[in-house]
């Protein structure tokens, strides 16, 4: 269980980069 946890855990946090890094590019006026 703990490795799957881990496994869940590292693919959250992938999918949550993805998501923000996808946030910034549909506003460009962020970008700093």
């Known amino acids: ?7 869940l855990m ?8 993805q998501a923000i890094r ?3 590019g549909r506003s460009p006026s962020n970008k700093q």
Do not use: F, I, M, R
């Open 1 to 7: 269980p703990c490795a799957e946890e881990a496994l």
């Open 10 to 17: 590292l693919n959250g946090t992938q999918l949550g980069q």
């Open 22 to 24: 996808l946030s910034w």
